[in-house]
């Protein structure tokens, strides 16, 4: 047909590590640097991949929702003391 697969998958491995640098830049710029930064957010798309399927992108899609749902509910009822640091940040207790 035409299309160079190679290209492709290049362009595409090009295209998704320009968007993870700008994302480290703007978390950078928003959070304190140190070399564990993205490791929580990092994990838990890993956890979501894994809890709907991989490779299956509406799967995934809904396993992130319910991490965030999950998490949303527990950190309205658990003590402070349980919540992520980053996370204590953004509520106003």
Same mark, same amino acid.
Request: no cysteine; glycine share 16%.
């Given at each position: 047909?035409?299309?160079?697969?190679?290209?492709?998958? #290049?362009?595409?491995?090009?295209?998704?590590?320009?968007? @993870?640098?700008? @994302?480290?830049?703007?978390?950078?710029?928003?959070?304190?640097?140190?070399?564990?930064?993205?490791?929580?957010?990092?994990?838990?798309?890993?956890? @979501?991949?894994?809890?709907?399927?991989?490779?299956?992108?509406?799967?995934?899609?809904?396993?992130?929702?319910?991490?965030?749902?999950?998490? @949303?509910?527990?950190?309205?009822?658990?003590? #402070?003391?349980?919540?992520?640091?980053?996370?204590?940040?953004?509520?106003?207790?």
């Amino acid at each position: 047909m035409g299309i160079n697969t190679n290209r492709i998958i #290049s362009l595409t491995f090009i295209f998704g590590s320009s968007l @993870a640098a700008v @994302a480290g830049v703007l978390d950078g710029i928003h959070y304190k640097v140190d070399p564990l930064m993205g490791i929580n957010s990092g994990l838990k798309a890993f956890i @979501a991949a894994v809890l709907g399927g991989i490779g299956n992108i509406p799967g995934a899609v809904l396993g992130g929702l319910l991490i965030g749902l999950i998490e @949303a509910l527990l950190i309205g009822n658990l003590p #402070s003391a349980y919540i992520p640091i980053p996370m204590r940040r953004h509520l106003s207790f």
